[in-house]
Nanobody, 121 residues
Framework: QVQLVESGGGLVQAGGSLRLSCAAS????????MGWYRQAPGKQRELVAT???????NYADSVKGRFTIARDGAKKTVDLQMNSLKPEDTAVYSC???????????????WGQGTQVTVSS
């Protein structure tokens, strides 16, 4: 079993910055991909950014140039630095991890509990 613990989030004015962090813990697993998704009220959950174990990143078009995802492979953590925040970035942000469970390297997906990000205009 893998647990994802998120921190960060909160209320910020438009143009401000926030940093989200997520730590994966458990036993006998390795990270394939970690990332962040978000869900605004009345909308479907959408990808924000992901990063693979090799450091390859993928961003939603709406956050490119404003958000940066980074990982620490040894600590099994992923951070999302969010700059130039806009009211439309308001959502519940959830950490996601796709991991290999040892032995056998079976792939499993896990989610964090979510953290609220609110950007006021």
């Amino acid at each position: 079993q893998v647990q994802l613990v998120e921190s960060g989030g909160g209320l910020v004015q438009a143009g401000g910055s926030l940093r989200l962090s997520c730590a994966a813990s458990g036993s006998s697993f390795s990270i394939n991909t970690m990332g962040w998704y978000r869900q605004a009220p009345g909308k479907q959950r959408e990808l924000v950014a992901t990063i693979t174990s090799r450091g390859n990143t993928n961003y939603a078009d709406s956050v490119k140039g404003r958000f940066t995802i980074a990982r620490d492979g040894a600590k099994k953590t992923v951070d999302l630095q969010m700059n130039s925040l806009k009211p439309e970035d308001t959502a519940v942000y959830s950490c996601n991890a796709i991991v290999h469970i040892h032995p056998g390297l079976i792939l499993r997906e896990y989610w964090g509990q979510g953290t609220q990000v609110t950007v006021s205009s």
